[in-house]
């Protein structure tokens, strides 16, 4: 009797602990997917999900939305941390303190290589609402056309149009630039006034691409051709002119 008391109480530590670890897998385990943007609409008083224009992300969740519209719903629930950022110190908050055109990144758990239509299924770990990245800094826009499909970190382009900050630093240089991009960069494909995410890769000869860069108004060219471009896109409705 006192064996099988042994062997029972063995089996349930072992039953508890298997649980447990199951349970930290769902918490801290597999592929973090990181995607950033604003927020379409405020999403209310314990929302279940929120509608987030991505901008940039970590590399697995950009390579997860190429082919994927720029407009994403992602899944929330009972064990999603909301966090208020401000004056550089976060809070706990609620999906009530989200506002539309607030800037949030969702962090989502998923087993690694997960599709898109995978990772949306699983309930975000955190929605982080805090300041765009550089958000003081002005925009430099230029346009212009490209040879064909880009790698390395580097987008050859022959510059046509801009911006009034990036026409003035081309003032005296030629024509054909070498900007950077980075893996938060988001590349994306327009077609009438739907974007597409897609890789640098895809880009094909004679495309009219925008690049888009936040950098300090006083930066020279150089400096801000070094620095990684926020979007790329390609066939992009014409902006503003001082955009």
């Known amino acids: ?19 447990g670890g199951a349970a930290a897998a769902n918490r801290g385990h597999g592929q973090l997917f990181a995607f950033s943007g604003e927020l379409l609409a405020a999403p209310g008083p314990n929302a279940g999900n929120v509608s ?25 629930g009972s064990g999603t941390r909301v966090l208020i950022w401000s004056h550089g110190v976060p809070h706990v908050g609620t999906t009530a303190d989200l506002q539309q055109g607030d800037f949030v990144t969702v962090r989502i758990r998923a087993p690694h290589d997960s599709s898109l239509q995978q990772i949306d299924a699983q309930q975000a770990a955190v929605v982080a609402d805090r300041a765009a990245p550089n958000g003081g800094r002005p925009l430099w826009l230029f346009v212009g056309n490209v040879s064909g499909p880009q790698s390395g970190g580097h987008i050859a382009l022959h510059v046509t149009s801009g911006n009034w900050k990036a026409l003035q630093a081309m003032l005296g240089q030629s024509l054909d630039q070498s900007f950077t991009y980075d893996d ?40 801000v051709e070094a620095t990684p471009a926020a979007h790329v896109g390609d066939h992009e409705p014409a902006p503003a002119p001082e955009e």
């Open 1 to 19: 009797m006192k064996h099988r008391l042994t062997f029972a109480l063995a089996a349930a530590v072992l039953a508890c602990a298997s649980l």
């Open 52 to 76: 987030v224009q991505v901008e940039t992300g970590n590399k697995p969740a950009l390579r997860a939305l190429i082919g994927a519209s720029q407009n994403q719903v992602f899944a929330l």
């Open 184 to 223: 938060g960069t988001i590349f994306l494909l327009w077609q009438g006034r739907v974007p597409t995410v897609i890789g640098p890769s895809q880009l094909k000869a004679g495309d009219r691409i925008t690049v888009r860069i936040r950098a300090p108004r006083a930066d020279t060219l150089a400096q």
